[in-house]
Structures are given as C-alpha cells and as structure tokens.
C-alpha cells in the first residue's frame, strides 16, 4: 500500500478525537485565545475610527495584518521545525499577552495613535507567523493520526466559535465600560493560553541531526521543494491562492454590496457576517462525515463548487435573504475546505518538515488576499458593486479547476515526498 492510499484508508477509518489529555488542553488554549483575538480584532477599527477619519489610514491597521505573513511566513515555519513547538507556542502567547497588555494601559490613559495601532498589528501577526506553523506541527504529536481530521474540525470550528459568535457581540458593552477593557482581556487570554500549553506532556521533538553550515534558508528552501514535489499538496495550495484572491475581494466589498446594491442597513450586514459564521460551525460539524464518505480530495472539490455557486447567487440574486443564506453556505464549505486542507498537510507532509511545508502554503495562499481587496475595490468602482462576487466566482471556478491533477494523484497512488 502506498502512502497515499494509506491516507485514503485513514479517511475511511477515521475515528474521533479523545478530549483527555493534550488535546483537550490545545482546544481549551484555541478556544480561550480566539476569543481574546476576536474581541481586540473588533475593537480595533473602532478605535483606529474615533483616532481618525482617513479612510486609508484606518484601513492601514486591517492591511497590517496580512504583511508579516508575506515578509516573515517561511521564516516562522523554518524556525518551528527546529525548536520544541510546545515551548515555542507557550512563550510567543506570553509575549503577546504582555504586550496586548502594555497596549491596554496605553489606550487606557489616553496613549494610543495610529501609529501605535500598526505597530501592534505588525508585532502580534510576526509572532502568529510562528505560533500557527508550530501548532499545526504539534498536533500529530497530540493526536492518533486517524483522529487528524476530527481534531482540525474541532479547533477550527471552536476558533469561529469564539472569534466570530462569541466574542464580537460583547465588544461594544466592553467598550462602554471601558476602552481598554477588551484589550485588558485579550491579554489575560494569551497569558492563560500560555498555561494550559505549558501544561502538555508530550515528548520533545525528534528533530534529524543537521549537517554543519545548514542554515534558515537552506530549510526554508526546502520546505518549498517538499510542498512542490508532492503533486496533491502542490495543487493544493495553488487552488487556495487564486481562492483566496476571491475571498479578498469578497471581504473588502461586502459591506459595499449590502449598502450599495441591496440597499439595505447595518442590521442586514450583521446578520450576513452573522450567517458566515454560523455556517462555519456547521461546515465543521459534518466535515468528519463528507470526508469519510467522499474523501478529502473530493470533500475539498465539493466544497469549492459550492462556493462558486454561492458567490454567483451573491452577484445576481438582489435579496437580502439570498445573501444570508448564500453566505450560511460559503461558511460552511469554507470550514470544510479548511478543514480537509489541515488534515491533508500533516498526513502527507514529513514530521520533520511540516513546519515549513505549513508555512510555504500559508505564505503563498495568504498572498492573494490583499491582492483580491484591491481588484475587488477597482472592479466595484468601474462597474457596479455587485461586480466583486462575480469575479470571485470566476477565481473560484479557475481554483475547482486547479485542482482536478490532484484528485488524480490522490487515486493514482503517488507517494509523497520525503526527501530534503
């Protein structure tokens, strides 16, 4: 049997993730601190708000958020593939924490600027460069590798839960309170994230001995020769780039489609960024389910069609309820797509160099994001605010498209890629 149809298998037999033990604590610190990071990500763009009224200026601390990833991604999952992902993990959430905390003192006696609104975003997004890729390579170590696929659902559908159902509606009591208080918590969050981390019994990392001379960007290159050697995860991630070119259009010009061709108010706005993340939860809730039956190949194409048509109801259909429900199931098909997209990672990806395969993916599937919020905006402006959906239909059709070799490959038993 190859690796490959090893995978396959693996799907097939696929078995849920016990809550005891590590994994239990990796969700309680997922959980704790999607919900800090939802409650500061809400509140920012308030205060960057009430600090100015440039529009680009304010839209300076949203873009921030992305570049770290471009400038500093490959070098995070180098630098994860060579240190103890657990002590990595627990100390970039306490120097988030103390420095979230040191920004809440800033607001709270009358310190904060634009400046230092981007100075935080810039920081906090470099340390996430390395936190994500570390934790996405921990997780084998926590889990039986038949329980991948439910142990993905399970923390990116509670990151939704708590960044986008919980913490968002609370922001502006918080605010009313006090100002800095949402900061204050984000802080406590990271800090207490940090514990139960610290708190995991796995065993240290068996990183292979290097060779002198072998430095960061010899092992970023190769994670980049690894991601591009292995047919399926290649694939992959060229499909996610040119979705997500889509999905930048798509969040850059939503708000512009609801006022602008809906003409509708800021409640039919919050109940369609509601309706995206209560299809998230449910995307996560049956993606255990389509991937046992469809496989995650197929599950991810499944999940890309139906994302494509409801970019095009979004673009044609000028009703309301049509938004709503069509963005219900592009969250659900997204968190199946994310989902099958983690799980394919660590299965295929060597141990020793899933850090760096994470990082090349992530890198080059964030890249189209700024770049569709840009064409989004030009499309819009040149004809009509509709236009961006429709466009991000098109991405999404070329994405579907880009990835036909890869179920192929899948089912041709092609063994993955092993080698520097």
């Known amino acids: 049997m190859t690796a490959s149809d090893t995978a396959e298998a693996g799907v097939k037999g696929a078995r849920s993730v016990a809550w005891r033990g590590g994994f239990g604590r990796l969700w309680g610190a997922v959980v704790l601190s999607s919900f800090g990071d939802g409650l500061r990500k809400a509140a920012l763009p308030l205060l960057a708000a009430s600090l100015t009224d440039d529009p680009l200026l304010i839209a300076s601390v949203s873009a921030c958020g992305y570049l770290p990833w471009l400038v500093f991604g490959l070098l995070g999952g180098a630098i994860a593939d060579r240190v103890d992902q657990r002590r990595a993990m627990w100390r970039v959430d306490v120097a988030r924490g103390l420095l979230v905390a040191a920004f809440a003192l800033a607001v709270a006696f009358g310190h904060a600027s634009i400046g230092l609104l981007i100075a935080l975003a810039l920081v906090l997004t470099t340390f996430q460069t390395l936190f994500d890729n570390a934790a996405t390579a921990l997780l084998p170590a926590l889990v039986p590798r038949d329980a991948l696929g439910s142990a993905n659902a399970r923390l990116l559908t509670a990151q939704q839960l708590a960044s986008g159902i919980l913490a968002a509606p609370v922001v502006p009591f918080l605010i009313a309170a006090a100002p800095a208080l949402p900061y204050g918590i984000d802080a406590a969050t990271y800090l207490a994230g940090a514990a139960l981390v610290a708190s995991l019994r796995v065993p240290a990392p068996g990183h292979p001995p290097r060779s002198g001379g072998v430095t960061l960007r010899s092992d970023i290159a190769g994670g980049l020769r690894a991601l591009w050697r292995d047919r399926v995860l290649r694939c992959l991630c060229a499909s996610t780039a040119v979705g997500n070119v889509g999905i930048g259009a798509l969040i850059a010009t939503l708000v512009v489609l609801v006022t602008g061709w809906l003409d509708a108010g800021p409640g039919t706005y919050a109940a369609t960024t509601t309706a995206y993340a209560a299809g998230s939860l449910a995307g996560g809730a049956v993606a255990g389910r389509l991937a046992r039956r469809l496989g995650r190949v197929r599950g991810i194409l499944l999940a890309g069609t139906a994302q494509t048509a409801a970019l095009v109801a979004m673009g044609t259909v000028r009703s309301g309820v049509a938004l709503v429900v069509s963005m219900t199931l592009f969250g659900a098909m997204g968190m199946l797509w994310n989902v099958n997209t983690h799980t394919l990672m660590q299965e295929r ?59 192929k490959s899948a089912h041709s038993g092609q063994t993955p890629q092993t080698t520097r």
């Not at 990082?359 to 599937?365: G, Q, S, V």
């Not at 189209?368 to 030009?378: D, N, Q, R, S």
């Not at 040149?382 to 179920?407: E, Y």
């Open 349 to 407: 990806a060597p141990a020793a160099m899933l850090g760096r395969i994470s990082a090349a993916f992530r890198t080059m599937a964030i890249a189209g994001a700024p770049l569709g919020a840009v064409l989004g905006g030009a499309v819009a402006a040149l004809w009509g605010p509709n236009t961006p959906m429709l466009l991000a239909a098109a991405l999404f059709t070329l994405s579907v498209l880009a990835l036909t070799p890869a179920l």
